[in-house]
C-alpha cells in the first residue's frame, strides 16, 4: 500500500511542477503582453509629438505607423497565446486535482487499514492477556 502511495505523491509532485512551469510561463507571457503595450504608448506619445513638430518627417511618420500595426498584430497573438496558456493551465490543474485526490484517498484507505490492523492487534493481545491469566489461575 505504501508503495502505492508513494507513486502516487510523486506523481502528484510531478504534476505541481508542471503546473509551476506553466504558471510561470504564463506570467512571463503576461509580462510579454504589458510590455507590448506599453511599447504601443510610448510609439503613439512619438507620433504625436512628430505631428506636432514644426519639421514634419513623413518617412519617420509611416516608419511610426508601421511600427504600431506590427505592435498591434503581436498584442492581438500575445492575448492569444495567454488564452492557450490559460487553457493549458486549467487542463493542469484538474490533473493536479485528480492526482491529490488520488493521494487523499489511498491515505484514507492506508488510515483505514492501520486502525483497523491496531484494532485487531489490540484484541489479539487483550485475548493472549486473558489466556495468559486464565492459564496462571488453572496452575495455582
Known sequence: ????????EKELE???MEM???LSALNAQKDKLQS?????????ARLER???S???????VQMHQNYAVRLTTDGINQERIIANTENILKMK????????QKVEVLKKLKEKQEKEYYKEFLQTE??????LTSARFRFQ
Do not use: Y
Open 1 to 8: 500500500m505504501q508503495v502505492v502511495l508513494d507513486m502516487r
Open 126 to 131: 487483550a485475548k493472549e492477556i486473558d489466556d
Open 50 to 52: 512628430m505631428s506636432t
Open 20 to 22: 509551476a512551469k506553466i
Open 36 to 44: 507590448i503595450f506599453q511599447a504601443q504608448e510610448e510609439n503613439k
Open 93 to 100: 490543474q484538474k490533473e493536479v486535482l485528480e492526482a491529490h
Open 14 to 16: 510531478e504534476r505541481q
Open 54 to 60: 514644426e519639421e514634419l518627417d513623413i518617412v519617420q
